[in-house]
Each structure stands twice: as C-alpha cells, then as structure tokens.
C-alpha cells in the first residue's frame, strides 16, 4: 500500500470509534479528509460535527453534515485528527496544514482523542518535523528571536495566513526530548498563540497504519 491507501486505512479504522448520536470533533489534513468522506457515510447515524478548520468545515458542508460552533456545545466525546509525528508516548508535533490551534483547542474540549497516521509519523524523539508555532504578525520576529534563544531555526511561512489571521513560523533543527516543557516554554512567548506541541494533550488512541493492517497503541 502506498502513503495514501495507508492513510484511508486509519482513517477508516477511525469510524469504529464513532458512537449513535454523537458530535464528532474532527481535525485537519489528508488523512482526515478519508475520514471526512468515511463520516459522509454514516451521517445519519451522529448529530454532526466540530470542526476545527475553515478547510474542514467546508468538506463536512459539502458532504451535508452538520458543523456546531464549539460555543455551542458542552462535550464532545471524540475528537479524530492526523499527526506530522507522534512517539510512543502519544506526543506529537502537529500543525502542518497550519490549523494547530483550532485544533488544540477541540482536543482539549473532546474527552477521547483518536490520532489516525500511517506508520511513517511514527518517531523516538520529535523535531525531525520542523514545529509549527502559530505567532500574533506584529510578533513575528520577535517570536523567532526568543525561538532562536531556545535552539531552534525559525523559519516564516510565507504566504500563510492562519483561519484566526495569523502566520506560522516552522521552527527547524529541534530535538524535543521534553515536549511537555518546551510546549510550555514557547507558549509563554508573548505574541505565540500556541505551539505544534501536543504533549500536555497528547493522543488517547493512536490508529497506526502500516504493510500489516491497522494497529492500535
Ligand atoms: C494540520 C495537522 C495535520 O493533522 C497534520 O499536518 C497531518 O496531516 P496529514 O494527515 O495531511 O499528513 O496537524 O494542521
């Protein structure tokens, strides 16, 4: 199977995991756009959806789901999103497609977080994948000047304007051997929005698709 077929693969395996009646929180990216079109599928069966992009919001309008405004809904039960990395202990890096906190912020709402990769996301340590912080514009290079301060290559994004009119700097050269400090140090940079690090929320369930079929950590 190739890149794709093993994305869909977790993506599918995702539905499983899909209650009656249920509000789903759905992420970003290519591997939740298979979950996306799987979710079209059985429409009937949930209430609808959260989403946590413009770019999502659109496929699930298209494929007639409902999308609820997370102000108006108390829980949600699940949340499915992709990964750029992730460890075996369920961190991640994660903003590749630049909806990091949107995302970050349906996940911390969402009481089970399913994370559906192909096996190659799969890393020991996080940073190989320059990490996504999303910066306030006028604190753009101020961000990248505290970021170089903590070991890290700030690079701008350009052309990018986040959904919340933001840019995104992609941070090169890290080796996040404690995602859990470092997501709280850049946090603490003033005009940073929020980091790519999913450490503090990090995944409950992981969908790992590979040769062998779908595994689950
Ligand atoms: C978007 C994300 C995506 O989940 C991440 O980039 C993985 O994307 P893909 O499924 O296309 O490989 O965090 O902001």
């Given at each position: ?37 799987g ?91 320059p ?69 503090r ?11 062998g ?5």
């Open positions: 199977m190739n890149q794709n077929e093993l994305k869909k693969a977790a993506a599918m395996a995702a539905l499983d995991f899909i209650q009656d009646d249920a509000i789903v929180g759905v992420g970003t990216g290519s591997t939740v756009a298979y979950f996306i079109e979710l079209g599928n059985i429409k009937h069966k949930v209430q609808g959806a959260v989403s946590s992009s413009e770019d999502s919001t659109n496929k699930l309008k298209a494929l007639g789901i409902e999308v609820f405004e997370l102000n108006n809904v108390d829980s949600l039960d699940i949340y499915v999103d992709g990964a750029d990395e992730i460890t075996a202990h369920k961190h991640m890096i994660k903003g590749g497609g630049a909806a990091l906190t949107r995302e970050k912020i349906v996940a911390a709402v969402a009481k089970t977080f399913v994370c559906v990769v192909d096996q190659s996301k799969q890393v020991d340590v996080l940073g190989q994948f990490l996504p912080v999303e910066v306030i514009p006028m604190a753009r290079s101020y961000v990248a000047r505290e970021l170089v301060k903590l070991g890290g290559d700030p690079v701008w994004r350009q052309g990018v304007v986040t959904d919340n009119g933001n840019v995104i700097l992609d941070v090169h050269n890290l080796t996040i051997l404690n995602p859990v400090e470092l997501e709280g140090q850049i946090n603490q940079i003033a005009g940073v929005v929020t980091n790519g690090l999913f450490a929320r990090g995944a409950d369930i992981v969908l790992v698709a590979g040769a079929g779908v595994k689950q950590l």
